[in-house]
């Protein structure tokens, strides 16, 4: 391609834009201030390259032409690739092309497909465990919320820590089943606030007037039994009834 030719009109905003790009030169970089033409400009590529219909998003009723011309044919969808730079989550599979040495962009197209295969596996596992596979909010999304990450960090973060832990107390219970609209609506109710501060209050008086307990003692995690087959320790909620 020697020459691109490009008409735009009434594009995301775009009133009118018409130039023709020489590639003597190899590469051009566009400078423009913020909000006048760069990002309507890349949407209307982007719209091409996808087969998308392109439009005036503020006044959809006026008539949209776009025009991109290589050397005077219509400019080939799979020529084009654009990178969405505010899009941090952004992937494509015509990024590798970005590549020029064919061994690395095998290695590079090879390691995705890993990733890809160990990420189905790994959201096919944590759905059945957690019971998430009936929200809107996908398994990814509801760790990185959860955790204050973003989901690969956070897996990484937690990864030797789950791996050599045994299992946790009230792993057993699904994440869907707490973590509804109407519970959380309950446990954000002052009842329950209260409720749950009588709670601590009265766990941190009998650990602190205790000679036994201390408070690292888990007494969920109690199993010693008197003669009679009941529990040696008893819990503040035992204490509270």
Same mark, same amino acid.
């Given at each position: 391609?020697k020459?691109?030719?490009?008409e ?5 905003g775009i ?12 590469t051009?970089? *566009? ?8 990002t309507?400009f ?11 219909e392109?439009k ?8 949209t ?11 080939? $969808?799979?020529?084009?690739?654009? *990178?969405? =730079?505010?899009?941090? /989550? ?5 990024i590798?092309t970005l590549? $020029?040495?064919?061994?690395? /962009?095998?290695?590079?197209d ?6 890809? /295969?160990?990420?189905a596996?790994f ?14 909010? =996908?398994?990814?999304?509801? *760790?990185?919320r ?6 690969? =960090?956070?897996i ?31 446990l ?12 601590i209050e009265?766990y941190?008086?009998?650990?602190a007037?205790?000679? *036994? ?6 007494f ?7 003669h ?14």
């Amino acid at each position: 391609m020697k020459k691109l030719n490009i008409e735009l009109t009434h594009c995301y905003g775009i009133k009118n834009l018409a130039h023709v790009f020489d590639f003597r030169n190899r590469t051009f970089a *566009i400078y423009a201030p913020n909000g006048v033409m760069k990002t309507s400009f890349a949407r209307a590529l982007d719209d091409l390259s996808t087969g998308s219909e392109t439009k005036d998003l503020a006044f959809p009723y006026r008539d949209t032409t776009v025009t991109f011309l290589a050397d005077d044919n219509e400019l080939p $969808a799979e020529n084009v690739f654009v *990178i969405q =730079s505010y899009d941090a /989550k952004f992937k494509s599979e015509k990024i590798s092309t970005l590549l $020029a040495n064919q061994q690395l /962009k095998g290695k590079y197209d090879q390691t995705h497909k890993e990733i890809d /295969k160990a990420l189905a596996s790994f959201t096919k596992s944590m759905k059945k465990q957690s019971g998430v596979s009936g929200r809107k909010e =996908s398994v990814e999304a509801t *760790i990185a919320r959860v955790f204050g990450t973003d989901f690969y =960090s956070c897996i990484l973060e937690f990864e030797e820590s789950v791996s050599h832990s045994e299992p946790q107390p009230f792993s057993d219970i699904k994440y869907n089943e707490i973590f509804k609209d109407k519970i959380i609506t309950f446990l954000n109710t002052k009842d329950f606030k209260t409720l749950i501060n009588d709670y601590i209050e009265k766990y941190d008086q009998l650990v602190a007037e205790s000679p *036994i307990l201390r408070n690292e003692f888990k007494f969920h995690n109690a199993d010693e039994t008197d003669h009679l087959g009941q529990p040696s320790f008893m819990s503040p909620l035992d204490y509270m009834n």
